[in-house]
């Protein structure tokens, strides 16, 4: 079988013919159709570092069929379709954790394909992100960074809000999707001060709550302009990663503010993954509208080439393994 690998040197991506894997009583294998890119981890976690990458976190989000299963997995069965989190190869053996707890793996429902079942986890996490906060209906919510993370957080969020969220990016394409995916506003940061444009719609109070959601080069200029938009009072909700620098901090500008570092009721995790599934098959999650590229999974090395060098051009990539 093939799998997704990341030698040692920046920019690698390989694939390796390796076994198929054998699985122990406690996992499941799963013979993969579709796995989902997060540019977040998988560029500037993985794919820029000079090290080798163990290929076992090459990898985000599955869904295939279950092909073997363990003596001790009593949830599964041959031919099940599942969503697991897991690398991008084409049989994966998989840890069925206590679904209760943390589900590891997940099935899927008939109405829900398996490009879609691949945002599970990222559709988990957003939920589980946007339960953290709770605005009233004439509240002000802004989300900095519009890629799938902050587009997964904004799509939860009108899901169980009519608060007024504002979608932030310097992509004119991703502000674009965010008024397809349900935005009640956005800003262009490459066309306007995002700091100037909030407190200009709030009338110079700022917003209720700042969701910041971009990481990667430009997360330390955005967390300075979170702090400055968000009103006295307000929340700032930190999710964004990769920034490989310090945020900026500023103690004047936080007094009487408060920040939240992407915390989740992990006791919650199996009832948001419910949630998940059900707003993705109810397109309240629009996956059709996020993907725009999809691969063989024999052309991963451009897949991956183009999510860091076109970032303008795309937003989730799909592998496509069978």
């Known amino acids: 079988m093939f799998r997704l690998a990341k030698p040692e040197g920046a ?11 054998d699985i122990t009583s406690t996992e499941v294998l799963i013979r993969t159709e579709r796995t989902l890119i997060s540019r977040g981890s998988e560029i500037w976690r993985r794919y820029v570092r000079e ?20 003596s001790r997995v009593p949830e599964f069965s041959m031919g099940d379709r599942v969503a697991a989190v897991a690398p991008h190869a084409e049989w994966v053996a998989v840890e069925v954790v206590n679904p209760k707890v943390i589900p590891s793996v997940v099935s899927l429902p008939g109405d829900v394909s398996s490009e879609a079942g691949t945002f599970w986890p990222l559709g988990t996490s957003s939920t589980m992100w946007m339960d953290e906060l709770d605005p009233g209906d004439q509240e002000t919510v802004v989300i900095m960074g519009q890629g799938l993370v902050g587009s997964g957080c904004l799509q939860a969020l009108k899901a169980k809000s009519k608060a007024r969220v504002t979608a932030v990016d310097a992509i004119p ?14 800003i262009d940061v490459s066309k306007e001060d995002p700091v100037e444009a909030i407190k200009e719609a709030t009338e110079g109070e700022g917003a209720d709550y700042v969701v910041y959601a971009v990481g990667g080069r430009s997360g330390a200029r955005a967390f300075e302009q979170a ?25 004047g500008k936080i007094q009487g503010k408060r920040i ?3 915390f989740v009721d992990m006791s919650k995790r199996p009832q948001a993954s419910d949630r998940s ?4 098959a109810e397109g309240k999650i629009n996956v059709e509208a996020m ?4 691969f063989n999974f024999k052309q991963a090395a451009e897949a991956y080439d183009m999510l860091y060098s076109r970032l303008h051009e795309c937003m989730a990539v799909i592998l496509e393994w069978k």
């Open 291 to 294: 993907i725009t590229h999809r």
């Open 227 to 251: 702090q400055d938009m968000v009103r006295r009072g307000g929340l700032i909700q930190v999710i964004g990663l990769y920034e490989d620098e310090k945020l900026p901090l500023d103690s």
């Open 173 to 186: 394409a991703r502000c674009d999707l965010a008024l397809t995916l349900g935005a009640d506003a956005t």
């Open 260 to 262: 939240l570092g992407g």
């Open 277 to 280: 599934i059900q707003l993705i």
């Open 11 to 21: 920019y690698q991506i390989e694939l390796e013919d390796v076994s198929v894997p």
């Open 51 to 70: 090290e080798a990458i163990d290929p076992a976190i090459m990898g985000y989000s599955l869904v295939g069929s279950i092909a073997q299963v363990g």
